[in-house]
């Protein structure tokens, strides 16, 4: 499978996700750079975390007229697979290739730490190899995480049963004093309706190999790419 993995000026985990893609899933990667009008032929893009454009007017919201994403957005559209972890999440916002905004942490804090995410679903490219109410543990890391959409996208989220992850703790209750950050519902991660888009705050990419003493991510991309190759 061959992944694509977009820099914009200010993104600091870019590398990370080359290294698991190529490294440890052993996969064909390639780097875009924001300014490419070519997907050079990949099968998945993801955007990575990071502060793109130094998070100027608000997280994503530059970002997301970068010219690689006119490109992005029309590989969406077409069903293509996309993935944006943290400020990738922000951005697929602000593209409006997922519903809802990332608003600052209700702490009004940055917030760094690990946490436990319950997997809702299972019935998603980046989910298939999970069960639901499985829990797993992964890092954030961000200010600006706390999910918020309007009450009739949050239904249309639970109908279409397109919440990914929601925040827990370790045993897998849900409920305010594991949201990090005030996310509504504490919605960690979603997709589009066709399934074909995905957001999330936590970074998987940081908890993918038994060297950082963490293996709980990687599930996530084994699921992708396990999808991909059916």
């Known amino acids: 499978m061959k992944f694509g993995v977009v820099t914009f000026p200010g993104s600091n985990c870019d ?3 080359h290294y698991v893609l190529k490294h440890v899933l052993q996969q064909d990667v390639v780097s875009l750079w924001h300014k490419d009008a070519d997907l050079q032929g990949c099968e998945a893009v993801v955007l990575p975390g990071g ?10 919201a530059i970002a997301r007229f970068s010219p690689i994403m006119e490109r992005v957005m029309d590989f969406a559209r077409k069903g293509g697979y996309v993935l944006g972890i943290c400020n990738g999440f922000q951005i697929l916002c602000e593209a409006r290739l997922l519903p809802g905004a990332l608003l600052h942490n209700d702490t009004r804090k940055f917030v760094c730490k690990n946490v436990h995410l319950k997997v809702q679903t299972a019935d998603t ?6 069960k639901p109410g499985q829990v797993l543990k992964v890092p954030v890391a961000h200010g600006e995480g706390r999910y918020f959409a309007d009450e009739a996208t949050l239904k249309e989220l639970e109908r279409q049963d397109r919440v990914l992850f929601r925040y827990c703790d370790r045993n897998g209750n ?4 594991s949201n990090p950050n005030g996310s509504a519902g ?3 991660g979603i997709c ?4 074909n888009v995905f957001g999330l705050m936590p970074h998987p ?3 993918s190999e038994e060297v950082l003493g963490n293996e709980d991510g990687r599930v996530l991309f084994e699921s992708l790419v396990s999808r991909m190759r059916k």
């Open 15 to 17: 590398h990370d996700m």
């Open 51 to 60: 502060f793109s454009y130094g998070d100027y007017l608000r997280s994503g």
């Open 125 to 130: 490219a980046f989910t298939a190899l999970c």
């Open 174 to 177: 849900v409920d305010a004093a």
């Open 186 to 188: 504490n919605i960690a």
């Open 192 to 195: 589009n309706a066709e399934r």
């Open 205 to 207: 990419e940081r908890c």
